[in-house]
Structure formats: structure tokens, C-alpha cells
């Protein structure tokens, strides 16, 4: 039992690159949400999703995109980098909608140059 | 929507000294709050946890309590140790089944 996984670790992107952050989950969990966490900053949500097929924005969605084909996966996606999307961004899942037993996966950073 | 302020920022405490860190949210229809630990680098982990239900839950050296009439609640760590050390983060569950995120006490242990 993998827990929540994220990849990659880390990654450098050039403003306007695109990429993908993967995330999955092997404890059959509906809800999974991805946040970001600037420096000595708390947790912020990006896009949230209650299910497979099924997303909703939270609470700094703009210049993301998610998807939920599987329950297991749930993929960010940043369309057009720029350097104010530099941050640590955590995926993270629960059985139900806001825990309890919230897990949160490693953590990838992001820098943006 | 809620609303979930933390306080304080940081707290620096002696090693063997209490730490309490307290949490006021808006939402009364609000009934789970947990308390996450970020240790420097890592990912935020649950330490405890409580529902609406109980007025206080208490596991080893770390306890939360909550007072639902005035709507905040805080986490008690008992005889602090180096390993501590880290940010706290409370969150409160709105009635939408969102966590709100307090903003996070960064607690340091002074040998």
C-alpha cells in the first residue's frame, strides 16, 4: 500500500512551458485535492474532486486544469507557467470529502523561472 | 463560507514546557477538526484529530480541546521534546465538507 504518490519530486520549468503533475492513490479514496504551499505560507486549494469524472475549483484555481478519469489518479496540469507558480504543490486524498483521515502525498517543487 | 484563523505564528518554547496553539473558526455547522504537523521539508501529517461531539481527545503527550460555544479550539502539547519542532496547521471542516486551513504556528523547541 503506496499511500498517495506524487511525481516529479522536483521540477524547473521556463515561463510558458506547460507540464503535468501526476498524482495517485491506492486506498480506493473518493476525494482527492491538490493544494499549493508558498514559503512559510499555509495550505492553499487548487481544484478539488469528489470522484471519477467529477472536479470543482477551490480556492486559487486559475492557470490550472484538472482531470479525474480514474478514482486512482488525478492529474495537474499547468497550462502556461509563470513564476508566481513557483511553490510546493501537495496532492492529497481522503475516503470522503474533507477527511477525515486526510493524506497528503510528498510533495513536488515547482520553480519557474 | 468559514473561516479558520490560527494563532500564534510562532511559538518558541523551552524543552519540558507546555505548548498550546489555538484555532477560532466562523462556521457553527462545522464538526471535524483536525491538527496536521509539517516537519521542515516533509508532507503535513495528521496528529490528532476531533468531532463536534467530544469537548476533548487526548493521545500520549498531545490533546484537543474544543469549545463549540465559542467556536475555537486549540492543541496542547505536554512535556515538549526537540521532535516538536515544526509547523502546526488546524483546519475545520465546512459545511460543504471542505477543509479551511488556519495559516500554521511554526513552534520551535529552545533546548
Known amino acids: 500500500n503506496a499511500g498517495v504518490t506524487q511525481t516529479p519530486k522536483f521540477q524547473v520549468l521556463k515561463t510558458g512551458q506547460s507540464m503535468t503533475l501526476q498524482c495517485a492513490q491506492d486506498m480506493n479514496h473518493e476525494y482527492m485535492s491538490w493544494y499549493r504551499q508558498d514559503p512559510g505560507m499555509g495550505l492553499r486549494l487548487i481544484h478539488y474532486s469528489v470522484g471519477a469524472g467529477i472536479t470543482d475549483q477551490g480556492e486559487v484555481p486559475n492557470g490550472y486544469n484538472v482531470s479525474r478519469s480514474t478514482t486512482e489518479d488525478f492529474p495537474l496540469r499547468l497550462l502556461s507557467a509563470a513564476p508566481s507558480q513557483t511553490s510546493v504543490y501537495f496532492c492529497a486524498s481522503s475516503l470522503t470529502s474533507g477527511g477525515p483521515l486526510t493524506y497528503f502525498g510528498p510533495g513536488t517543487r515547482l520553480l519557474v523561472l | ?111
Open chain 2, 1 to 111: 463560507g468559514e473561516n479558520v484563523e490560527q494563532h500564534p505564528s510562532t511559538l518558541s518554547v523551552q524543552e519540558g514546557d507546555s505548548a498550546v496553539i489555538k484555532c477560532t473558526y466562523s462556521d457553527s455547522a462545522s464538526n471535524y477538526f483536525p491538527w496536521y504537523k509539517q516537519e521542515l521539508g516533509k508532507r503535513p501529517q495528521l496528529i490528532i484529530d476531533i468531532r463536534s461531539n467530544v469537548g476533548e481527545k487526548k493521545d500520549q503527550r498531545i490533546a484537543v480541546t474544543l469549545n463549540k460555544t465559542a467556536k475555537h479550539f486549540s492543541l496542547h502539547i505536554t512535556e515538549t521534546q526537540p521532535e516538536d519542532s515544526a509547523v502546526y496547521f488546524c483546519a475545520a471542516m465546512d459545511s460543504n465538507y471542505q477543509l479551511i486551513w488556519g495559516a500554521g504556528t511554526k513552534l520551535i523547541i529552545k533546548p
